[in-house]
Structure formats: structure tokens, C-alpha cells
């Protein structure tokens, strides 16, 4: 009988919060220490994934199944690939880096503020272990409450309420529309083979008509879209990054937004192959122009977290543009480029934290020649920001190499629209640099600014690490993903050619 | 001229007979217990509930018809008879802290209570339109005095003449329907004749079943407070007693659709293209309109009577689908909304103190820190109301829509979403101001009484736990549905 690591992970840190329900509320030291220590402990749980995966085969591993609500067809099950192993491991390396960044900024509600920690882990866990329909969708919307908490109740005080509530209102339009989806497509199945169910698996292999697949690919697309997010809904992300707390910036861009790029592999592309490939230049069309908005966007800006926040539009471009070209480097290049943005951007938002901890402000202006008092934080900012805008030997240039390989192959314009973007990339990183670090000190307050502290230092330790690592040697990683892309790419390959015309899609017309 | 009694076994009315029993019982001890001593009324009342609730249950699987084919016994309406208990002893339970801010905490008011539950299950178990007809009649009286208990307060006065006169009216509509009816299907009013003979009819007596079909809708509509029949309704549950409203949103709304739904099934079903198509766009203007108008409210009883109508129109889109799972849904959701929306009325009542002077929705500010457990208990009621999983109001919602989707009305289940998704706003609207805003004032001390500690304990719990064990409810509710023909 094999240990069920997954259901550990996603109910361990149920559990965790009703341990902290028992503690005093006014000892923020042991609050936070407890957190951390089961955040640890979570991810101490996640690493046998990393070691006992099998990464021959594409099959779903770890597989637990239990019937949930069998007269439905729903049941509790989970499991495992190359798709979503690293975005498991992901979301736990950062908890426990999360909680150690709470340290000095969080100080009033410390306990809720780690119960909702939790609770947001085991959600997201949940979102990328889910392989039931019905399941997925509960974690995908429980998720919400707690990361709605976390800025509205956190947030930068002038806008936080309006933030969050534009954070649950668009993502919760989205997902409402694929329950309606959900629904079609269960009935569908139901009446095709006999058997209800919200087995995703099963539902891969079934045959689903044109018409249907293009209103059930928007349905799925729109709610993942908005997660990405896209660029036409993008609208919720800056004011959700801006106002909320570092914390809460650093989930929301490296793990909720990773949801949404999962989504489309997991669920969009898979399930309706044939719209999927209807819906390419669409898709790639609106990734581009995210590639190079967000990029132009994100110069303008004034505020350090608003740059960085809109740059996310820009980077999550750069993912979508690869999962659309269906080809192996361009898919593999987006899963890795999934990574690279939760670690870099990520780090970046917890490097604003920190100036923020000490100037409380977040304005570009503000700054200037912060290099002399803080020459550890100019050391580690550099490296984060030339990963984030792809220097090679760093994590960014492997996924956005790959990506633009992968674009050259499937459309030599789009590839060639993208590379710009990571010229824009250099601008905005470099210039927002050169303004915060470079140059005389202006204000006089921030002469005296104290460096890193052991503690913060101890936050980026890891995540520079896998920085390095993954820009030196990103077979490590690679190699996890291979067979599931190449089973994946196999799937789509099986689908592609039908051509049809939007008015046969309107009509329901068979191609 | 010999008058035959037809035989009949009163065990098949028991929990009847022991809520009558109950309620006369309360009645008596009040009027001969001396003045000024403190009666054991809700006590009583809550054995009386319990001993029904077990009669419930060991009539459960029994079918049949009884007292000259004017009463079913199926599991159908027994489903309901434990809605309407759980309903009933929920507001027993959440009401002498209340009642007694205002001196009212009489006999009475639970005799009445017990007989409004009578009412609803004769109009749940009715087989024979007269029956159905003398259990609204037994229910709404009952509860158009509920609504006027507080006197004093000419706001009560408004709700329970409004309710009356209304209500009066909408009866009315019922009778007339049952009129032509009578008519139309050559003098009978047994349910289980009705098809066959409106079947048989033939042409010349269509358009006389359509207009009762018509007066029908209205008469129910009026009851479960569909739009365009929903404007007594705000005002009405903001005047009425805190609990009576709480009572009413849940009971009387289910016992309306028990009916609705048993009657539309059984003796329609040859009509249904006519009044599906009306119930479609009545669910849709119903959803609509109180989803949209409850953003504008201040007042927290306001705002919940708004989203009861929002959710009456859910529950219609349930009738439109009908089919095996949209009877289901129907029931699996009356019983979560009975949890959802009497836990929230629960914490209004204690948010509400001294006699309501806590009413406005900016009263919930910083409540949430204050007082968490009565912040997370608002919260949850909040989130399951608005169908946010992991609550029994999501399990409901995707019940709802899943009929709609497998009956073929797409969509009807879009539009219904997207009022799911306006009704986020409101609901999360409570959220944020129970712990995103600071709290305008010390919010002092809330009386905590052990009756309506329970009641948000079984409320949460049950919200939550039937929310994520779905599949008994939903195999009892499959169960239940089994006595409508093509089920």
C-alpha cells in the first residue's frame, strides 16, 4: 500500500489550521513559527514526488481514487504528471518562503492571516492534483476565498476592498460559465457512453462534435483566460498585485496565475483538441499583443509593484504563445517558463516588499543609489531582474528560447513579434534598475537603509538557486515533462487538420 | 340515506395529529398557567417537532393514499414533512431570546407556529385540490398573524395587513383556478384523476385549463414570491418579527413549491409545453430582479428577502427542467436553503439586539474580528447562499443547473449563473464589511443564549457537511421523486 502523498498535501494544511485555531493570537512569534514549521513540513511531504516519479511514462502517477458521490459520477481523484509536478513543487518550496517573509510585514491578524495562508495551499494543491471534474472545480473556486481575504483583508488600505472584490468577481464570471461547460460537457459524455461521469481521463477520449467544442473551448478558455491572464482581461491583475500584501503578490503571481496557464493544458487544449487548433491564431494573436502591452505598460510605470505586476501580462504571453504552438520546445518551453516567472517574478515582488518594509513606499522616484547602503540586496535584485528579463545562463532565457523556438517553427511572425518583447523586457527591468539602485542617493532617507537581514537572505537562497540551476542545466526539469508533452503533442497531432469556417461553427454544422 | 365513513388508519397522519396535539397542549398550559410565570413553550413545541420527526421516519418508504384518496403517503411528501420540522424547530429555537426583547414570548405564537407547520405538510401530502387548498389556507393564516405579532410596531402592522390582504387575494386566484378546473375536467379535483381526464378532455376544454393553469401560476407565484407577484414581499419580511421572517422565507416557500411541484407533475404533465414556457420567463425576471435589487439594499432583512426571491427563481428554473433531477434539486435545495437562510437570519437576530436596533448591513462592520465565530458563521452562511463551494448552497446551484443543462435549456443555466455572479456581489458585500471594515462602534457584548448557539452550530454544520457528503441527501431525494410518473 503506497503512502497517499497527495491527499497529505492538499489536507495537511487543513489540519494545520485547526492546530493554529488553539493558539494564542497575541504570540505572533509562535504563530509564525508554527506556520512555518508546517509549511516546511509540507514540503519535506512534497519531495517524494520529485524522487519517485517516474518520468518514462506519461501516465498519472501517484493515483488515488475514491468514490465521492458515486450516484453522479463524481469521485475524490488525484493524481500526478509531468504537467503538474513542478507546479506542485512550486507551490511548495514558496509557502514556507512566503511565511518567512510575513515576518516583520504582517503585525495585526497574524493568525488569520496564516489560517487563510494555509487554506490558500491546500487549495492551489488541490487545483493541480485534481483529476475529476467536479473536484477540480470545487478547489478551483474555494481557492478564491482566501487569497480574496488576503488583499482585501491585508491589502494596501485605499483600494484593497475594491481589489479583491474585482479580483472575485472577474475570476468567479469565468469559472461560472465552464461549470455551465462542465455541465454540457458531462451530459455529453453520459449520452455518448452510457456511463456518467467527471472522470477527466475518461473524457479525454471521447468524441465531442465541432460545434460543441468551440463554445465549450470559450466557456474553459474564458475562465482560464482571465486567470492567465490574457490580455483583454487582464484588467483585475494590477490592481490585485498593487494593493495586496507582498505575500499575497507573491502566491498570485507565481502560483494562481500558473492555474490558469495549467487550465488550458490540462483541461482546454486536451478535451476539445479540434477547437484548440481552430483557435491558435486567436490565441497566439492575444498573446502577442499581451507580449508587447504589458511590456510597454509595464515602462511607464511608476510604481514599483504595478510594473512588476503588469510585466506578469507580458511573461504569461510568453507562456501562452508557446502552449499554442503545439510543438515540443514550445510546450515545454512554456511549462518551464511557468516556472521561471513563479520564481523571478516571485522574488521580485518580494524584493519590493523589502524596500517597502523600509521606506514604505513603493514609488520608483522615491528611490536612487540604493546600491551603497545595500550592496546584498543590489547583488540579489540584479540576478533576479536579469533572469526575469532572460539573460542566458539564467532560468528566464531557457523557457523564452524554447518558447520563441517553438513559435519559429509553428509561425515565423509570432516569433518574431515575441522577440521583441524581450527587448522591451530589458528596457523596463533595466531602466527600473537603473532608476532604484544606480546614481547618487537622493533622498535622504534612504542613506541609512539597512541591507538584508539573515532572514531575508534565507528567503532568496532558494529561489536563486533554482534560478542558476535551471538556466545551467534545465534538462533536470526538462526531462520530468517529457513524456507527458510528448504523449500530449501526440494527442493534438491526432486532431489536427479539420478545417472549418466560423458560420458552420455558429450553425452547429458538422465539418 | 346512509353515510358510509370510508376506513382510514390515523397513523398515516401522525406527525398531524401530534403537531395539532402539540399546539392545542401549548395553548392550554398558557392560558391556565398563572400570569407572569415562565411556560415551557418552546420546550414543548421542540418535543412536539421531534416526536412528528420521528413519525416521519417510521413512516418513510410507506405509499399509499388514505382518508378517501385525499391524502398521499409517499416519500415524496414525508421529504417534506422533515424540511418543514427542521424548518420549524430551527425558529422555535432562535426565538424566545428574540421574542422576549419585546415582551412577546406568548403561548401563542408557538401554537401558531406549530399549526403554519400542519398547514404545510397538508399542502405537501395533499391528493386532492380542496386538501391543498385548506393546508395554504391553515399555513397562511397562521402566518399573517406571525407577521403582525409585534402591535406596537406599526411596521408590523404594515407587514401583516399587506401580507393578509395580498395573500387573500392570491388565494382567491388559487380557488378560481380550481374553479375551472373542476370544469374543465368534468367535476373531479383528485390529482391522480386530473391527467388522464385533461388528457381525455379534448379541445373544447383547453382554454379552460389554461386559464386555471394561468390563475395557478399566479396563486404560487404569489406564495413563493416569483416576479411579478413578489412585491409584498420586502416589505413584508422586513416588518415581520425577525423570526416569523426567517420562518417564512423557508417554510412557507417550501411548502409552496411542494405544492406547485406536486400538482405541475401530476396533473399537467400533458401541458407542460404551456407552462414551462411561462415558468421560464418567470424564473428569469424572478432571478433577475432580486438578485439586482438586492444590491441596493441597506437593510439586512431587505436584502435577504430580495436574494429569497432571487432564490424562489433558482428553484423555478428546477420546475422548468423538469425531470428526474430537477424534482431532485428542488428538494435537495429547499433543504439547503432552510439551513443557509436560517443560520443567516439566526445571526441577524443576534447582530440585531434590543428590539433591532442593529439592522442596517454597516452594522456587520468589523464584526468579523469582534466576534469571530459569529463572523464566520455570517460568512458561511454568506458564501453558501451566494454557491460557493464547499456548501450545500454550490451542491444545490449545480444540481439546479445540471437539470436545466440535461433538459436542453443551456440558457436557462447561463442566465441563472450569471445571477449567481451578481449575487456574489451582494453577499460578499456582507463579507467585506464584516472583516475589511473597521468597526463604526464597539459592537459590545452579543448574548450568546445556548438555543440560538445551536442553532447556528446545526446551521453551519449541516450547510457545510451536507455540502460535502452530498450523496445520501441526494439518493433519499431520487427516492422521493420516484412517485411521479415518468421520473
Redesign the interface.
Known amino acids: 500500500m503506497q503512502l497517499p502523498i497527495l491527499s497529505i498535501l492538499v489536507f495537511f494544511p487543513l489540519m494545520g489550521i485547526v492546530l493554529l485555531c488553539f493558539l494564542d493570537r497575541k504570540n505572533h512569534k509562535v504563530l509564525k513559527g508554527v506556520t512555518f514549521g508546517l509549511s516546511l513540513l509540507e514540503f519535506l511531504f512534497s519531495l517524494p514526488l520529485w524522487f519517485r516519479f517516474d518520468s518514462h511514462t506519461p501516465a498519472m502517477q501517484f493515483v488515488e481514487r475514491y468514490p465521492?458521490?458515486?450516484?453522479?459520477g463524481i469521485s475524490y481523484y488525484v493524481g500526478v504528471d509531468g504537467f503538474s509536478l513542478l507546479l506542485i513543487l512550486l507551490t511548495t518550496l514558496l509557502t514556507p518562503i512566503c511565511v518567512l517573509a510575513t515576518w516583520e510585514d504582517i503585525q495585526h491578524?497574524v493568525k488569520?492571516f496564516m489560517i487563510c495562508l494555509l487554506a490558500l495551499m491546500s487549495g492551489m494543491l488541490g487545483v493541480f492534483v485534481a483529476l475529476d471534474l467536479f473536484l477540480f472545480?470545487?478547489f478551483w473556486?474555494?481557492m478564491?476565498?482566501p487569497m480574496?481575504?488576503l488583499i482585501?483583508?491585508w491589502g494596501n488600505p485605499a483600494r484593497?476592498?475594491y481589489a479583491?472584490?474585482k479580483f472575485?468577481?472577474f475570476t468567479?464570471?469565468g469559472s461560472?460559465?465552464m461549470?455551465?461547460a462542465i455541465?454540457?460537457l458531462?451530459?455529453h459524455y453520459g449520452q455518448a457512453t452510457g456511463t456518467y461521469t467527471f472522470d477527466l481521463l475518461k473524457m479525454y477520449g471521447v468524441a465531442i462534435p465541432f460545434h460543441m467544442q468551440f463554445w465549450m473551448f470559450l466557456a474553459f478558455g474564458l475562465a482560464f483566460a482571465i486567470k492567465v491572464p490574457m490580455f483583454p482581461f487582464h484588467t483585475w491583475l494590477p490592481d490585485a498585485h498593487t494593493e495586496a500584501p507582498t505575500v499575497g503578490s507573491v502566491i498570485l503571481a507565481a502560483v494562481l496565475l500558473k492555474m490558469g496557464t495549467y487550465g488550458f493544458l490540462r483541461f482546454n487544449m486536451p478535451l476539445f483538441p479540434q477547437a484548440a487548433w481552430y483557435f491558435v491564431p486567436l490565441f497566439s494573436v492575444l498573446a502577442l499583443i499581451g507580449i508587447v502591452y504589458g511590456a510597454l505598460v509595464s515602462m511607464m510605470q511608476k510604481d514599483l509593484k504595478r510594473l512588476i505586476a503588469f510585466s506578469s501580462v507580458s511573461h504569461l504571453g510568453f507562456v501562452m504563445l508557446g502552449l499554442f504552438t503545439f510543438t515540443m520546445p514550445g510546450v515545454q518551453g512554456g511549462i518551464i517558463q511557468m516556472i521561471n516567472h513563479g520564481l523571478s517574478t516571485g522574488a521580485l515582488f518580494l524584493i519590493v516588499g523589502m524596500v517597502y518594509e523600509r521606506r514604505h513606499t513603493r514609488m520608483i522616484a522615491d528611490f536612487g543609489g540604493l546600491s551603497t547602503p545595500m550592496p546584498i540586496f543590489a547583488a540579489i535584485f540584479m540576478v533576479v531582474s536579469l533572469s526575469s528579463i532572460g539573460l542566458p545562463g539564467l532560468n528566464g532565457f531557457v523557457g523564452e528560447f524554447l518558447i520563441l523556438l517553438g513559435a519559429f517553427k509553428a509561425n515565423m511572425i509570432y516569433s518574431t513579434i515575441a522577440a521583441t518583447g524581450v527587448i522591451f523586457a530589458a528596457c523596463y527591468m533595466l531602466w527600473m534598475f537603473q532608476r532604484v539602485m544606480f546614481g547618487e542617493v537622493t533622498h535622504e532617507k534612504n542613506r541609512n537603509l539597512k541591507d538584508l537581514s539573515l532572514r531575508e537572505i534565507a528567503i532568496f537562497a532558494p529561489l536563486l538557486l533554482f534560478i542558476v540551476w535551471i538556466g545551467v542545466y534545465p534538462n533536470t526539469f526538462l526531462h520530468k515533462t517529457k513524456a507527458t508533452t510528448e504523449n500530449f503533442l501526440a494527442m493534438m497531432d491526432k486532431a489536427k487538420g479539420t478545417k472549418v469556417s466560423l458560420s458552420q461553427a455558429f450553425k452547429g454544422e458538422a465539418p | 340515506m346512509t353515510l358510509t365513513i370510508p376506513s382510514f388508519t390515523l397513523s398515516n397522519i401522525g406527525p398531524w395529529l401530534t403537531l395539532t396535539g402539540a399546539a392545542i397542549l401549548i395553548l392550554l398550559v398558557d392560558a391556565l398557567s398563572p400570569k407572569g410565570r415562565k411556560a415551557y413553550f418552546p420546550q414543548l413545541a421542540l418535543l412536539g417537532l421531534a416526536v412528528a420527526l420521528l413519525q416521519t421516519f417510521c413512516l418513510w418508504n410507506k405509499r399509499g393514499l388514505d382518508f378517501a384518496r385525499m391524502v398521499y403517503i409517499d416519500n415524496f411528501a414525508l421529504f417534506f414533512y422533515a424540511v418543514f420540522i427542521l424548518g420549524t424547530a430551527l425558529t422555535v429555537l432562535m426565538s424566545r431570546h428574540y421574542l422576549e426583547d419585546y415582551g412577546k414570548d406568548l403561548g401563542e405564537y408557538y401554537a401558531l407556529l406549530l399549526f403554519a407547520t400542519l398547514g404545510m405538510m397538508l399542502m405537501a401530502a395533499g391528493a386532492h385540490l380542496i386538501m391543498i387548498f385548506l393546508g395554504l389556507e391553515v399555513m397562511s393564516i397562521a402566518v399573517y398573524v406571525l407577521a403582525g405579532l409585534l402591535r406596537e410596531d406599526p411596521k408590523s402592522n404594515e407587514a401583516a395587513l399587506k401580507y393578509l390582504v395580498l395573500g387573500a387575494f392570491s388565494s382567491a386566484f388559487l380557488l378560481f383556478g380550481m374553479a375551472m378546473l373542476y370544469g374543465a375536467a368534468g367535476g373531479t379535483l383528485y390529482l391522480d384523476d386530473l391527467a388522464s381526464r385533461l388528457a381525455a378532455g379534448g379541445a373544447l376544454t383547453q382554454p379552460l385549463t389554461l386559464l386555471a393553469l394561468a390563475l395557478f401560476i399566479v396563486g404560487f407565484g404569489f406564495k413563493v414570491a416569483s416576479v411579478p407577484f413578489h412585491m409584498w414581499t420586502p416589505d413584508v419580511y422586513e416588518g415581520a418579527p425577525t423570526s416569523v421572517t426567517a420562518f417564512m422565507a423557508v417554510g412557507v416557500k417550501a411548502a409552496a413549491f411542494a405544492a406547485f411541484a406536486r400538482i405541475f407533475f401530476l396533473a399537467f404533465p400533458a401541458f407542460k409545453v404551456d407552462w414551462v414556457m411561462v415558468l421560464w420567463v418567470l424564473a428569469v425576471a424572478t432571478m433577475t430582479l432580486g438578485n439586482v435589487v438586492a444590491i441596493a439594499q441597506t437593510n439586512i432583512k431587505r436584502m435577504l428577502a430580495y436574494s429569497s426571491i432571487a432564490h424562489a427563481g433558482y428553484l423555478l428554473v428546477a420546475l422548468v427542467a423538469m425531470n428526474q433531477l430537477g424534482a431532485v434539486s428542488l428538494l435537495y435545495y429547499l433543504l439547503a436553503y432552510t439551513l443557509m437562510n436560517l443560520g443567516a437570519f439566526g445571526v441577524v437576530i443576534l447582530v440585531g439586539r434590543k428590539k433591532d436596533s442593529y439592522l442596517s448591513i454597516y452594522d456587520y462592520s468589523g464584526l468579523g474580528?469582534q466576534h469571530p465565530a459569529l463572523g464566520a458563521a455570517m460568512a458561511l452562511f454568506m458564501?453558501a447562499l451566494a454557491g460557493?463551494?464547499?456548501t450545500a448552497g454550490?451542491v444545490g446551484k449545480?444540481y439546479i443547473?445540471?437539470a436545466a443543462?440535461?433538459a436542453g435549456y443551456?440558457w436557462l443555466?447561463?442566465i441563472g449563473?450569471?445571477n449567481?455572479?451578481v449575487s456574489?456581489?451582494y453577499y460578499?458585500r456582507i463579507t467585506?464589511l464584516m472583516?475589511?471594515?473597521p468597526a463604526e462602534a464597539d459592537l459590545g457584548p452579543v448574548a450568546f443564549t445556548p438555543a440560538l448557539t445551536t442553532v447556528l452550530l446545526v446551521t453551519a454544520v449541516g450547510v457545510l457537511l451536507i455540502g460535502i457528503?452530498?450523496?445520501f441527501l441526494?439518493?433519499a431525494a431520487?427516492n422521493s421523486v420516484k412517485i411521479f410518473p415518468g421520473l
Open positions: 465521492w458521490f458515486p450516484s453522479y491578524r488569520e472545480y470545487v473556486e474555494v478564491l476565498i480574496y481575504l482585501g483583508v484593497r476592498i479583491a472584490i472575485f468577481l468567479m464570471f461560472l460559465l461549470l455551465v455541465l454540457v458531462y451530459f | 474580528f458564501f460557493i463551494p464547499p454550490f449545480f443547473f445540471s443543462v440535461q443551456i443555466a447561463i449563473v450569471m449567481s455572479l456574489v456581489f460578499l467585506v472583516y475589511m471594515k457528503f452530498p450523496g441526494y439518493n431520487v
